[in-house]
């Protein structure tokens, strides 16, 4: 095991990182302050992990109540988050107790906002189950639900006591989770270590087929690089923007596709594709590198072709942004592989990205 930590002075936080993780009491133990814990996973992740889970927690004397959400980016809403609010409420939870996030993105996202609201917060552990979520949404204290207009747009940032990735649970992946768990592997090198980038290309095939030691190093790597940002800015009121490197166009994907249609990994790999045309087009990237990034998604199946929304439906979605001020869109665009910009761009260029990508 290896175990990095988030230095956010007092809200500071391990994040441990390697197999066989969520059997073990003394990772949850230190953590824990009253004697009640909710386990909330989903319907694809219950019968996989659940039961290690809760008699992990049950050996430390808690009295454990699992909550089994639907899954899918579809239910990331109010009505699923009040599924939370409810098994509390009925279990008699109050401040001294605890929340486990053990799935993706998803349910890290909404077990973590329930923390934040509930009796206006309580603590909550991270075990991610996806690559996506080991690499990226774990790490970092966002959470929050989606909104009809917007994705992520309602939520908080709020950090958890721990984070345990069990590099095991990523066996179980299916081949498309884990290619989008890669897109947000990319995304790290890409913004912030050209070293690393080329580690990635060099070691494409082992990650694709999930190779033990290429996952281990990819997802400290990555977690290195977020933690270090976050520790920069931990609410993104400057610098952590550029972990959203390729998510203006992958977001728009997402919420004109439908919430689901295309997995968040698949919308910011193809978003990334259409970041690197433009910041070509402005002069910050060569085409040879832009063309690099590109056929990196390609390699791992992922769309680098977006969905045809045209351009209005495109500039109309992507204003409905966190990073937007004023209604002006700010891109997070690369100087060179490892190097990131962020500034807001002509819609004359933007318009060319979308055409020249097969958006418009």
């Given at each position: 095991m290896k175990t990095l930590e988030l230095d956010l002075r007092e809200r500071s936080y391990p994040i441990h990182i390697g197999a066989q993780l969520i059997d073990r009491p003394e990772l949850y133990k230190k953590h824990l302050k009253g004697t009640f814990t909710a386990v909330v996973t989903n319907e694809t992740v219950?019968?996989?992990?659940?039961?290690?889970?809760?008699?992990?927690l049950e050996s430390l004397g808690q009295k454990v109540r699992l909550v089994v959400l639907p899954d899918g980016e579809v239910y990331k809403t109010w009505e699923t988050l009040q599924k939370i609010f409810d098994a509390l409420l009925e279990s008699g939870a109050d401040r001294k107790s605890t929340l486990v996030a053990l799935g993706g993105g998803v349910i890290g996202d909404m077990t973590g906002f329930a923390a934040a609201c509930y009796m206006r917060g309580i603590r909550f552990i991270q075990v991610p189950t996806t690559l996506l979520s080991q690499v990226d949404s774990s790490v970092g204290g966002k959470t929050g639900i989606n909104h009809p207009l917007g994705k992520n747009m309602v939520g908080a940032f709020y950090q958890p006591q721990a984070v345990i990735a069990d590099l095991d649970t990523l066996k179980t992946l299916p081949p498309k989770e884990l290619a989008a768990g890669l897109a947000e592997v990319i995304k790290h090198g890409a913004i912030a270590d050209g070293d690393f980038f080329s580690w990635i290309e060099k070691n494409i095939d082992a990650l694709n087929t999930c190779d033990p030691k290429a996952m281990e190093h990819a997802v400290q790597r990555s977690c290195e690089i977020k933690s270090q940002v976050v520790a920069l800015d931990e609410k993104e009121g400057g610098v952590r923007a550029i972990l959203n490197f390729g998510h203006t166009f992958g977001h728009a994907i997402e919420a004109g596709m439908g919430y689901g249609e295309w997995?968040?990994?698949?919308a910011v790999g193809c978003g990334m594709v259409m970041a690197a045309d433009l910041s070509a087009r402005l002069g910050h990237l060569s085409e040879a590198e832009?063309?690099?990034?590109?056929?990196?998604i390609a390699a791992l199946k992922l769309p680098t072709v977006p969905p045809q929304f045209g351009v209005t439906r495109y500039m109309d979605l992507m204003r409905v942004d966190k990073k937007a001020e004023g209604g002006e869109i700010r891109y997070i665009l690369l100087d060179g592989i490892g190097h990131s910009v962020i500034k807001p761009v002509d819609e004359a260029l933007v318009t060319q990205t979308l055409s020249a990508t097969g958006a418009a």
């Open positions: 219950a019968p996989l992990y659940a039961d290690r889970v809760v008699k992990t997995l968040h990994g698949e832009s063309q690099r990034i590109k056929a990196l």
